[in-house]
């Protein structure tokens, strides 16, 4: 049986950066919206769109010819049936509003002439949170496609993708939130506090999605055509499994969904100490973004295709 090898850690980690800039930037910008506070938003609004920036590079350096890459853009006749093409259009889109938005609310373009215009800002950012979701789903479009591979032709790789990439956006902004909170003075702290409280119960919810899905998905794929059960018996039993198990569903899941768990339901006393306090979700964040990496890679290490080597 041919497992593909042409997809390897580059496009991982395209797929998992890109997941995490869209996530963080839909969330970024609801958090703008429910709170109304931008101090923190504007910054993990930035840094969201710095993320698909650099995950677009290691798609570019994919390519073998990232020299070429522009022609994706410069052909007379765009084909809007691929999914690159596609893909390339929603990232582009994605950058350009999302530069729009940051650029509008975070101070340190102020010298811009339009910083500051709240009306663009509203726009842009809607829309910025709009493509953000949908470079999200892309991720997993993208590879979702490919009939051969039966493991990645189905909806439910998706809706996993979705699940992840939300939950490490959540992480970029839990993570923006402490770094400013920490430099804050102190009377503020306890607000920074209360975010990271805030988003550590939408990451825990994201979490529980994400497992049911990938528990639903696996179930579908055991019972599914034969190259995609290998595939699960590989994740379960094989090479594969210690990145999978260990990584996946252990570090990257279990764990930090227990960690934010205690950090929701603990103590919630000198709220000015933002950095011990919200040292539990910070290092959950640092293992859903590990288990989120490992889990774009094994999903394109496993993927076996329904073409047989001969005898």
């Not at 390897?8 to 890109?18: D, E």
């Not at 800039?21 to 993990?44: E, F």
């Not at 995950?55 to 765009?78: E, H």
């Not at 190259?227 to 198990?245: I, P, Q």
Request: hydrophobic share 55%; glycine share 10%; net charge neutral.
């Amino acid at each position: 049986m041919i497992f593909q090898d042409a997809w390897g850690w580059y496009i991982a980690i395209y797929l998992f950066l890109g997941g995490m800039g869209g996530g963080g930037m839909l969330a970024s910008y609801y958090l703008a919206k429910k709170a109304n506070d931008i101090k923190v938003t504007s910054k993990a609004a930035l840094l969201s769109l710095i993320i698909v920036i650099v995950g677009t590079l290691f798609l570019i350096l994919d390519l073998g010819r990232p020299d070429r890459f522009y022609l994706v853009f410069m052909s007379p006749k765009l084909n809007f049936g691929s999914m690159i093409t596609i893909g390339s259009m929603i990232l582009t889109i994605f950058m350009i509003f999302g530069a729009l938005y940051v650029t509008a609310i975070n101070e340190w373009f102020k010298f811009l002439p339009w910083y500051g215009n709240k009306k663009l800002a509203d726009i842009t950012g809607f829309l910025a949170a709009a493509f953000g979701f949908l470079v999200t789903y892309y991720t997993g479009v993208l590879i979702g496609v490919v009939r051969q591979i039966p493991i990645w032709h189905t909806p439910a790789l998706p809706l996993l993708f979705v699940a992840s990439a939300l939950s490490t956006g959540v992480v970029a902004v839990m993570w923006t939130n402490v770094a400013v909170g920490v430099r804050s003075p102190p009377a503020e702290r306890r607000y920074h506090y209360e975010y990271c409280v805030m988003l550590s119960k939408w990451d825990s919810a994201l979490i529980a999605i994400e497992l049911l899905i990938l528990f639903t998905y696996m179930g579908m794929m055991i019972q599914g055509p034969l190259e995609a059960a290998v595939a699960v018996n590989r994740l379960l039993f094989g090479d594969l499994s210690m990145l999978f198990l260990g990584g996946v569903v252990l570090m990257g899941l279990a764990i930090p969904f227990l960690l934010e768990y205690a950090h929701i339901m603990g103590e919630h006393g000198e709220t000015e100490k933002i950095g011990a306090k919200c040292l539990m979700p910070v290092i959950a964040g640092i293992l859903v973004v590990v288990g989120g990496l490992l889990l774009r890679y094994v999903v394109l290490a496993v993927g076996a295709n329904t073409v047989f080597l001969p005898p």
